[in-house]
């Protein structure tokens, strides 16, 4: 059983920064690649995020790809999510989740444990 809380959330300018972590409970961290969504009212959940647990290769959706870092410290089981150049169009709640099975990190249905998210907005 993994357990996952998201902090850091918040309301920003465009164009300003925030950073977003995520903490895991449990001694198996590295067994877990990390994913960071975000869901907009009245749209579906969408991958925005991830870094594998073993050699942490990262993957970006475009709309954030240049803008957003995303990192993890195994020594703290946090994942972290750098988010600069925000715009309005970031504004959702964001999640975190935990996945172990094989297949395309961008694939919400492979998560199997997941965060209560932050809520990000961005004003205009």
């Known amino acids: 059983q993994v357990q996952l809380v998201e902090s850091g959330g918040g309301l920003v300018q465009a164009g300003g920064s925030l950073r977003l972590s995520c903490l895991a409970s449990g001694r198996t961290f590295t067994n877990y690649a990390m994913g960071w969504f975000r869901q907009a009212p009245g749209k579906e959940r969408e991958f925005v995020s991830s870094?594998?647990?073993?050699?942490?290769?990262?993957s970006y959706d475009d709309s954030v790809k240049g803008r957003f870092t995303v990192s993890r410290d195994n020594a703290k089981n946090t994942v972290y999510l750098r988010m600069n150049s925000l715009k309005p169009e970031d504004t959702a709640v964001y999640f975190c989740?935990?996945?172990?099975?094989?297949?395309?990190?961008?694939?919400?249905?492979?998560?199997?444990?997941w965060g209560q998210g932050t809520q990000v907005t961005v004003s205009s």
């Open positions: 989740a935990a996945k172990r099975r094989i297949g395309s990190d961008r694939l919400s249905y492979l998560y199997d444990y």
């Open positions: 870094i594998t647990g073993s050699d942490g290769s990262t």
